[in-house]
């Protein structure tokens, strides 16, 4: 299995299959990594022994019925795993926990396997993967290019094919920078929704676990495994549900900055890439709209120019008190400016983010969710070394305001440069859209013909997966008075409904023009098996769950909602009438079309 590729779909169809079992999956890992970090990407690597454990632990367990069963994952080393040190990129720093951080342990009960703790850098202080005394962490597909940070090991782990999927961390854009300078998906769930209980905080109050991954589906089986609320994490939320998914709708709106505001530090690749990204999401059913960065960028700067700095050095004040002099020379010097704040500082950059935030969330009234480069361009190692504030600032451009805006995000590969280096863009949407985001990028994953990337290993094929995080959405059928442009269409929309799909039911069906009107309606009734029905045409809308009640409370009898069968063999719920009622009315089930019907009038 020399050849074989980690993506988390193939490895669950082997394991299903009875091809593949969690031994002959760790003998495949345990052969790709031996001897091989030249690239600096592991701080601590689990030993055969140790790993075996984990798979035999798993030899009475049914694939079926555990979501990550037998799947390698990697942890970045500022997580807890248990009885493995936790480092931070730090060795004076660096303690043994008794116990898995709680999103570590609930991977692990989910099936997952753990193969090692990755290189960051150090403090979780950086976007490059260049500050750390365990070696910068190189670029998969050049070894002179930087694999961005802070999450820098985790990447390169997943690139690399030794692992399935790994864990990072992102405060101001380390879960996103390094899959687009490796050609991952790096998800950046909503804040809260992964636990930080075990995990050392960089800025508490923002901090987010991440995932890397193959895939955007392999994302989402791994968020959907992982999120759960934590009572011991003060900033720990329930997942909520996600209403109207753009990511899998015809038409979707999507906001693009203004072209002055897009920068891309002199990389005319990046900028062509990313122009094509854009016409992408187009050719996907995106409607783009032209949106104002500039609160989105005064945001960002308050990461790193503002008070929320001072959060970093409350994070390691005891440590970074007593021994200065261990701390990464950058690192020292961004945690060091922290003593320029005061609590004043604190509580007029609190003010000023709350103005910065209700100006850009205006933009959620006219688009769906914003792309923007993950960054706007990629430097060597030898070049980051050289200026590592001023560098590692650029790279911060477009993802450090996010978290400060409460906002989810997902890095999404987006090609390749001339010169054979990967480029990524970032989906951003509000609070709680993560799986419309994984959907969408999912589709301009699938969109984008990628090489076969720089190990040699085959590379998954995405397939859309079933809905694994809630919607809070509830879909309706509709033949009649409901539809689009006709006289009671407004009970959908004023209550936030959109058009999903137009297509016809199953040919099981009679169609009647009832009696009285106006509003003209139809009767859509079942027939009995072994009778003569028809196709109907239909639209299918999506509402909010909470409106649903309000709606089916004003539908007149003979009418009443059920459940139909759709041309493709979906069941959803429809319109559907008492068969009473159809005595006096005219079948029109050769018309199938309400529509069709009206023009006859």
């Not at 309706?476 to 269409?489: D, I, K, M, R, Y």
Request: glycine letters at 8%; one cysteine or more.
């Amino acid at each position: 299995m020399e050849n074989l590729s980690l993506d988390i779909t193939n490895l669950r169809a082997l394991y299903s299959s009875g091809a593949l079992t969690p031994r002959g999956l760790i003998d495949v890992v345990l052969a790709r990594t031996a001897g091989n970090n030249e690239d600096h990407a592991w701080i601590y690597q689990l030993s055969a022994e140790q790993l075996y454990a984990y798979a035999d632990a798993l030899a009475d367990k049914d694939p079926a019925q555990l979501p990550l069963y037998g799947i390698p994952f990697a942890i970045k080393d500022n997580i807890d795993l248990a009885g493995v040190p936790t480092t931070a990129a730090c060795p004076e720093f660096a303690y043994t926990p008794e116990q898995s951080a709680a999103v570590v342990q609930r991977l692990i009960d989910a099936g997952a396997i753990p193969i090692g703790k990755t290189n960051l850098d150090q403090f979780a202080t950086g976007l490059n993967g260049t500050r750390s005394p365990y070696g910068a962490c190189r670029n998969t597909f050049d070894p002179e290019y930087i694999s961005g940070g802070s999450s820098a090991g985790s990447a390169v782990s997943v690139a690399k094919g030794w692992v399935s999927f790994s864990l990072g961390t992102d405060t101001a854009g380390s879960g996103r920078v390094p899959a687009a300078f490796n050609n991952l998906v790096g998800h950046k769930p909503t804040c809260g929704w992964l636990s930080t209980t075990g995990m050392l905080p960089a800025c508490r109050s923002l901090d987010v676990v991440s995932v890397f991954a193959l895939t955007a589906e392999d994302a989402e089986r791994v968020v959907a495994a992982a999120a759960s609320a934590d009572e011991s994490d003060i900033y720990s939320r329930k997942v909520e549900a996600h209403g109207f998914d753009f990511g899998r709708a015809a038409t979707f709106h999507f906001g693009v900055p203004r072209a002055e505001q897009l920068r891309f530090f002199g990389n005319a690749e990046a900028e062509r890439l990313f122009g094509e990204a854009v016409v992408r999401l187009q050719s996907l059913g995106g409607l783009a709209v032209e949106i104002d960065l500039a609160p989105f960028l005064e945001a960002a700067r308050l990461l790193y120019d503002g008070p929320w700095v001072a959060e970093r050095y409350v994070a390691l004040k005891d440590f970074f008190d007593a021994h200065a002099d261990k701390v990464f020379p950058p690192v020292r010097e961004i945690i060091g400016g922290a003593a320029r704040y005061s609590a004043a500082d604190a509580f007029a950059g609190q003010y000023r983010l709350r103005e910065l935030k209700q100006q850009a969330n205006k933009v959620w009234d006219v688009v769906d969710c914003l792309i923007t480069p993950t960054a706007g361009t990629i430097y060597t190692i030898a070049e980051m070394q050289a200026d590592p504030i001023k560098l590692n600032s650029n790279l911060g451009y477009y993802t450090n305001f996010m978290n400060l805006f409460d906002y989810a995000a997902v890095s999404v590969p987006a090609g390749f440069q001339q010169d054979g280096l990967p480029f990524g863009v970032t989906l951003v949407a509000p609070t709680h859209q993560d799986a419309p985001l994984l959907h969408l990028a999912a589709r301009s994953q699938q969109a984008v013909a990628t090489p076969l990337g720089a190990t040699g290993i085959a590379q998954p094929v995405p397939a859309a997966l079933p809905a694994l995080l809630p919607s809070g959405q509830i879909r309706v059928a509709v033949c009649g008075a409901h539809l689009s442009g006709l006289p009671l269409n407004w009970q959908l929309t004023q209550r936030g409904a959109r058009l999903v799909q137009t297509t016809t039911s199953s040919p099981d069906y009679k169609f009647y023009a009832l009696p009285g009107g106006p509003p003209y309606r139809p009767g859509m009734v079942r027939v009995k098996p072994g009778e003569q029905g028809g196709a109907i045409a239909v639209e299918v809308w999506e509402m909010p769950a909470r409106e649903f009640g309000s709606f089916v409370a004003g539908i007149p009898a003979p009418l009443g909602i059920g459940t139909i069968t759709l041309a493709n063999g979906e069941s959803v719920l429809s319109f559907v009438c008492e068969s009473y009622a159809v005595v006096d009315a005219v079948d029109i089930t050769h018309l199938g079309n309400w529509r069709e019907y009206l023009n006859t009038k």
